[in-house]
Nanobody
Framework: QVQLVESGGGLVQAGGSLRLSCAASGLTASSYIMGWFRQAPGKERLFVAADSWSGDRTYYVDSVKGRFTISRDNAKNTVYLQMNSLKPEDTAVYYC?????????????????WGQGTQVTVSS
């Protein structure tokens, strides 16, 4: 049984930082593109970042470039999202996803597995 379990969300002031983790079990993370999406209240789920198993290909949505960094530890089957300089508009539930895709520019339909989500709230 595949499980993706996110952690690390919370409440932070604008300008602060958080690091999200996604621990994968039941699959080998190195065989998948691993990504992060987010969903704000009343909005659709949107792509944030993804990287290839080797880390040599990464892609970020423009709004987080230079502030967020995706990384992974394949030995631990864990993917991370380091979020710096957080803004109130980053407030959302953040979801980890695993995809078999030739591209790191993931869309929702690429993703085979999802985590349950972790809430990130940025206060102004």
């Amino acid at each position: 049984q595949v499980q993706l379990v996110e952690s690390g969300g919370g409440l932070v002031q604008a300008g602060g930082s958080l690091r999200l983790s996604c621990a994968a079990s039941g699959l080998t993370a190195s065989s998948y593109i691993m990504g992060w999406f987010r969903q704000a209240p009343g909005k659709e789920r949107l792509f944030v970042a993804a990287d290839s198993w080797s880390g040599d290909r990464t892609y970020y949505v423009d709004s987080v470039k230079g502030r967020f960094t995706i990384s992974r530890d394949n030995a631990k089957n864990t993917v991370y999202l380091q979020m710096n300089s957080l803004k109130p508009e980053d407030t959302a539930v953040y979801y980890c996803a695993a995809a078999r895709s030739p591209s790191v520019r993931l869309v929702l339909s690429d993703c085979e597995y999802w985590g349950q989500g972790t809430q990130v709230t940025v206060s102004s």
